[in-house]
């Protein structure tokens, strides 16, 4: 070989190395905007929806107004009336966030920013913790797995307390892997972690989370010998002191300000809703269906968390060397505690919450996600399946993609009829769809973003090109389509004709069969807190509101007292009617006027 050919082959070498890591950036930076774009989409641009968000927002908005000064911090409430179901951790972010940015947002899309802040959390520490486990180039992957498993797509992007419960449970992990990886670093600071995250989780949603901590900190003990020592006990204390600023000072408070209240909140919605002497609504009948949801709602996260495990438990079967097995897959032996650690708190959770709560809805599973997730991110799929994948989720996610660009334009030309009747039963196929400019750049934005996934597919992986197709899906649906859904699940519309129908002055609202969603959207929309009455007769109000939901029977009701002035519900809501009043003596005194 000529002296000439030498730099040749080393320039090619070079050349070859600046391409693989352009290549890498690539990757890296398409993943990044794709989680940035997945969270932003279905946050802003949209009223308060039901079932949760609306009296979430409602406790948020009697906190905000009071505030600078004025504020009651304690006893959340929904209009009137005080809601303690939850602590009010995601209620007072949500009233500070949109006391803070209330210059220039509308109220309810301030209060969204806590949902971004939280998240924000959740996916930094998911990301460290994946870092610690496996290397850098897991970060991003670790956060699009979480964020693509069914149970978690619909519920972060809400105003919901189990969004703060996420992040704190995420922290509260991470104080539980980084003391078991860095075994040479000081105790305090995991504790610091743990006690600060299952703080946050307890002052979010209460005592369920907490509890599943202490139980996973106690079978640790008895299965895991690095838990037997003088600095797990070390860990123990400083996660203690964390986490008693959190667990005493708002509860004593409370109790001190209102004790029946307390006790509803503390035995009632806590204790008594999971072992079920409480009276809750829709309780659990049926086990094995619970169970089968729950496996459902784990893909892909949780099967791949399995898959892996049994593709280690194969090597150490075969080979006989737990060594090999350990860093099967590329992940460092030091790691073993830490997925150990993982699976105790994973099945500890299902454990406790599908085998010993009497009620169970599908976001009470959120917190288990995360470990699920860092379990199952580090897998190598095999070629073939990978490939499988690939291809089937380009097809499936495209076909999705340009069938919601086509809804679009039959909205936007005033032919929802051309839509499937079906989705009358909870859209309004004669909605006209108004035309704007920035969600059309969104959605072409977003549609960009998976034609690029679908460019550098082999490279992302089948996971990373599911979530891509998530994205587009769920990015498209809360873009160019979020004025049809906003119009069906907000009550924006239908409480503005109802206030334009209220006489302008009146001394108060009584509602008969309204819930607290309802209330708080009233609260917000009109202007006025209602007041919950069990009989028209006995309210001392002048105007009245009524739900016909399930054909309920208003009682005390007399029409010569009485005198509809309107009715209306959600478009596209044919089940929820609403009905309001006016006595008699102000109804003339407003036609007189």
């Not at 693989?20 to 969270?39: G, K, R």
């Not at 107004?65 to 007072?92: A, H, N």
């Not at 708002?250 to 109790?255: E, K």
């Not at 108060?508 to 607290?516: H, I, K, P, R, T």
Request: net charge positive.
């Amino acid at each position: 070989m000529s002296s000439k050919q030498v730099p040749k082959t080393k320039n090619l070498a070079s050349l070859s190395a600046s391409d693989s890591q352009l290549q890498f950036q690539s990757i890296y930076w398409l993943s990044l905007w794709l989680v940035i774009a997945y969270m932003l989409a279905g946050v802003f641009g949209r009223d308060p929806w039901k079932a949760d968000e609306p009296y979430s927002f409602g406790m948020a908005l009697n906190f905000l107004q009071g505030l600078p000064w004025s504020v009651d911090w304690i006893v959340p409430y929904v209009g009137t009336d005080p809601f303690v179901e939850k602590p009010p951790l995601m209620y007072w972010t949500a009233a500070l966030f949109a006391y803070l940015t209330s210059a220039f947002l509308p109220l309810q899309e301030g209060a969204q920013l806590a949902v971004i802040a939280w998240m924000a959390m959740t996916l930094i520490t998911l990301s460290i913790m994946a870092r610690w486990l496996y290397g850098g180039r897991y970060r991003l992957p670790a956060c699009m797995l979480l964020l693509g498993t069914l149970g978690v797509v619909v519920h972060v992007h809400k105003l919901i307390a189990d969004v703060p419960q996420l992040a704190g449970t995420v922290l509260a992990l991470a104080g539980l892997v980084h003391f078991v990886i860095a075994q040479q670093a000081p105790s305090w600071k995991a504790g610091l972690m743990l006690g600060t995250g299952a703080g946050i989780a307890f002052m979010s949603k209460g005592v369920l989370v907490p509890g599943v901590l202490a139980l996973t900190y106690l079978v640790s003990v008895i299965v895991l010998p690095a838990f037997r020592t003088r600095r797990a006990a070390v860990l123990l204390l400083w996660a203690a002191l964390a986490a008693l600023p959190w667990l005493i000072v708002w509860p004593y408070l409370f109790w001190r300000a209102a004790e029946p209240l307390f006790i509803e909140w503390f035995w009632d919605n806590n204790f008594g809703r999971f072992f079920g002497f409480s009276e809750i609504p829709g309780s659990r009948s049926n086990y094995l269906q619970d169970i089968g949801l729950a496996i459902a709602l784990a893909f892909p996260a949780g099967w791949l968390a399995v898959a892996e495990m049994f593709k280690r438990w194969r090597v150490y079967s075969a080979t006989g060397d737990a060594q090999k097995a350990l860093v099967f897959g590329g992940v460092r032996s030091e790691v073993k505690l830490a997925r150990a650690v993982l699976w105790i708190y994973a099945i500890t959770f299902y454990t406790v919450l599908l085998l010993m709560s009497a009620s169970l809805r599908e976001v009470y599973l959120l917190p288990v996600y995360p470990a699920l997730a860092l379990l199952g991110v580090s897998i190598t799929l095999p070629t073939r399946l990978d490939r499988i994948w690939r291809a089937v989720v380009v097809i499936f996610f495209s076909a999705c993609g340009i069938w919601i660009w086509l809804c679009w334009g039959a909205l936007l030309a005033g032919r929802g009829q051309l839509m499937p009747a079906l989705f009358a039963r909870w859209l309004p196929l004669d909605y006209v769809l108004p035309f704007s400019l920035g969600w059309l750049l969104a959605g072409l934005s977003l549609s960009g973003l998976w034609v690029c996934a679908i460019v550098w597919r082999v490279r992302l992986g089948a996971i990373a090109t599911s979530f891509a197709g998530i994205t587009l899906v769920w990015g498209l649906l809360h873009t160019v389509l979020l004025p049809w859904f906003n119009e069906a699940r907000s009550y924006r519309s239908a409480f503005k004709a109802l206030q334009m129908a209220l006489p302008k002055q009146y001394d108060c609202l009584a509602v008969f069969n309204v819930g607290e969603s309802e209330r708080a959207m009233l609260h917000y929309f009109i202007g006025v807190k209602p007041l919950q009455t069990a009989a028209l007769r006995a309210t001392p109000c002048q105007a009245a509101l009524i739900l016909d939901k399930a054909d309920h029977r208003l009682a005390g009701f007399s029409p010569a007292e009485w005198q509809e002035i309107w009715r209306g519900g959600r478009m596209g809501d044919d089940n929820e009617r609403f009905r309001a009043y006016l006595r008699r003596e102000l109804s003339v005194d407003k036609n007189q006027r």
